[in-house]
C-alpha cells in the first residue's frame, strides 16, 4: 500500500469533501480513504459519492455517527470504526478513583478498543450498540 496524500480539514467536512476530491482528480486509480474522525469521514464520503465512486473506492470513517451510519448501509463506506465511549469513561472514573486512593502502578496507556461495523454486522445488536446517539 502507498499513502498518497495526508490533509488535515481541520474539523470542517465541506473542506474534507474538498480536499478529497482533489486527492481522487488527481490520484483517479486510488482504492481507498480513511477519515480519521467525524468530520473528515463525512467529507470523503460526499467526495466519494458525489464523485460516483462509492464502491469503488473504499472509505473506512472512524466514529459511528448517524450519517456515516447512513453511509454504511448505502455502501460508500465500507466500514465504521466505532470507539466504546461507555469503557471509555468508566476506566476514567476507576482510573482517577485509584489515583485519588494512592494507587500508584496504574498504566500510562490503556486501549478500550473499538468496534469495526460493517454492512454485514450493522443489524446485529450486539454492533449496532456503538453507534452514536445523540439525546
Same mark, same amino acid.
Given at each position: 500500500?502507498?499513502? /498518497?496524500?495526508?490533509?488535515?480539514? $481541520?474539523?470542517?467536512?465541506? $473542506?474534507?469533501?474538498?480536499?478529497? =476530491?482533489?486527492?481522487?482528480?488527481?490520484?483517479?486509480? $486510488?482504492?481507498?480513504?480513511?477519515?480519521?474522525? /467525524?468530520?473528515?469521514? &463525512?467529507? =470523503?464520503?460526499?467526495?466519494? &459519492?458525489?464523485?460516483?465512486?462509492?464502491?469503488?473506492?473504499?472509505?473506512? =470513517?472512524?466514529?459511528?455517527?448517524? *450519517?456515516?451510519?447512513? $453511509?454504511?448501509?448505502?455502501?460508500?463506506? +465500507?466500514?465504521?470504526?466505532?470507539?466504546?465511549?461507555?469503557?471509555?469513561?468508566?476506566?476514567?472514573?476507576?482510573? =482517577?478513583?485509584?489515583?485519588?486512593?494512592?494507587?500508584?502502578?496504574?498504566?500510562?496507556?490503556?486501549?478500550?478498543?473499538?468496534?469495526?461495523? +460493517?454492512?454485514?454486522?450493522?443489524?446485529?445488536? &450486539? /454492533?449496532?450498540?456503538? *453507534?452514536?446517539?445523540?439525546?
Amino acid at each position: 500500500m502507498t499513502i /498518497v496524500d495526508e490533509q488535515y480539514c $481541520l474539523d470542517d467536512p465541506v $473542506l474534507a469533501a474538498q480536499q478529497t =476530491a482533489a486527492v481522487l482528480e488527481a490520484h483517479p486509480n $486510488l482504492k481507498g480513504v480513511f477519515g480519521v474522525n /467525524v468530520f473528515s469521514a &463525512e467529507g =470523503a464520503g460526499n467526495a466519494v &459519492e458525489n464523485a460516483g465512486l462509492a464502491g469503488t473506492v473504499q472509505v473506512a =470513517a472512524w466514529d459511528a455517527t448517524d *450519517f456515516a451510519i447512513e $453511509l454504511l448501509g448505502r455502501g460508500t463506506v +465500507t466500514m465504521v470504526l466505532a470507539q466504546k465511549p461507555f469503557d471509555m469513561g468508566y476506566m476514567g472514573v476507576a482510573f =482517577a478513583m485509584a489515583d485519588h486512593n494512592g494507587v500508584t502502578s496504574i498504566p500510562k496507556h490503556v486501549t478500550t478498543g473499538f468496534q469495526v461495523i +460493517t454492512q454485514e454486522n450493522m443489524d446485529d445488536p &450486539e /454492533v449496532a450498540k456503538y *453507534f452514536y446517539k445523540v439525546g
